[in-house]
C-alpha cells in the first residue's frame, strides 16, 4: 500500500502474554520509527531504525521491550511478559530525505493488557 | 523544562472564529518545525511545515520566531470538522528524533 502498514490494529493480551506487533514502512523509506501513546498522552519515543545503522533504543522502556528491523523494511516490536501499563497506542512511522522530513504515521496497534 | 510545550487547551470557539495555538521549544538548534494534527483514536497527520518566512495553506498559518523560540498556527474562520489536538513537533538540526508537544485540543462549537 501506499501508507505505513502495521498488525494488527488492535490486540488484547493477558499480563503476563509476550505480544509482537508489526509495521511495514512507506516502500523506500529509510527511516522507521515506534512511538507509544498512552490515552490522553502525548506521544513517546520508542525506538528508531535508520538504513543499515545501529538502531537508537534510547526510548525502550524497559528490557521487556525490543524491536527489530529485517532488510531495511518491515519492523518487529516485541513486548515480552506485557504488563497493564503496557496497555497504550504503538504507532509506527516512517520517513526519507525525499519527505522532506516529514515522518508518515501508521494507524496503530492498540495493545490492551488484561 | 520539557523540550517542546504546549497549552493542552482546550479552546472552545464558535464556527468562523479565529484561533491561535502557539509552541514553545527549549533547544535552540532546532532545525524543522511542523503541526499535525490528531483526531480521537486516530493517528497523527502532518497538517503543514513551518517555514522560517511563515507559510499559509488555505485558512491555516504557521509562523516561526527563532529569537523567541515558539511556533504558532492561526486558524482562520474555524468549521466544526477542525476539532481536534494539534501537536507541535520540532527536529533538531544533526538528529533524526522528532518531538512532539503533548498537544493543544480544540473544540470548535455550532
Known amino acids: 500500500g501506499a501508507g505505513v502498514s502495521q498488525s494488527p490494529s488492535n490486540k488484547v493480551t493477558e499480563k503476563g502474554k509476550d505480544v509482537e506487533l508489526r509495521c511495514d514502512p512507506i516502500?523506500?523509506?529509510?527511516?522507521l520509527y515506534w512511538y507509544r501513546q498512552s490515552l490522553g498522552q502525548g506521544l513517546e519515543f520508542l525506538i528508531y531504525?535508520?538504513?543499515?545503522?545501529?538502531?537508537?533504543k534510547s526510548g525502550l522502556p524497559s528490557d521487556r521491550f525490543s524491536a527489530e528491523r529485517t532488510g531495511g523494511s518491515v519492523s518487529t516490536l516485541t513486548i515480552q511478559r506485557t504488563q497493564q501499563e503496557d496497555s497504550a497506542v504503538y504507532l509506527c512511522?516512517?520517513?526519507?530525505?525525499?519527505?522532506?522530513?516529514?515522518?508518515?504515521f501508521g494507524e496503530g496497534s492498540w495493545l490492551t493488557v488484561v | 523544562r520539557k523540550e517542546v510545550e504546549q497549552d493542552p487547551g482546550p479552546f472552545n470557539v464558535p464556527e468562523g472564529a479565529t484561533v491561535a495555538f502557539n509552541c514553545t521549544y527549549s533547544?535552540?538548534?532546532?532545525?524543522?518545525f511542523f503541526w499535525y494534527r490528531q483526531d480521537c483514536r486516530k493517528e497523527p497527520k502532518l497538517l503543514m511545515s513551518?517555514?522560517?518566512s511563515g507559510n499559509e495553506d488555505g485558512r491555516f498559518t504557521a509562523q516561526l520566531n527563532r529569537a523567541s523560540q515558539y511556533i504558532s498556527l492561526l486558524i482562520r474562520d474555524s468549521k466544526l470538522s477542525d476539532s481536534a489536538t494539534y501537536l507541535c513537533?520540532?527536529?533538531?538540526?544533526?538528529?533524526?528524533?522528532?518531538?512532539f508537544g503533548t498537544g493543544t485540543r480544540l473544540k470548535v462549537l455550532a
Open positions: 512511522a516512517s520517513s526519507s530525505s525525499f519527505s522532506g522530513n516529514t515522518i508518515y
Open positions: 516502500s523506500g523509506h529509510t527511516a
Open positions: 531504525f535508520q538504513g543499515n545503522s545501529a538502531p537508537d
Open positions: 533547544n535552540s538548534a532546532s532545525q524543522s
Open positions: 513551518v517555514y522560517s
Open positions: 513537533v520540532v527536529k533538531t538540526s544533526g538528529t533524526y528524533k522528532y518531538i
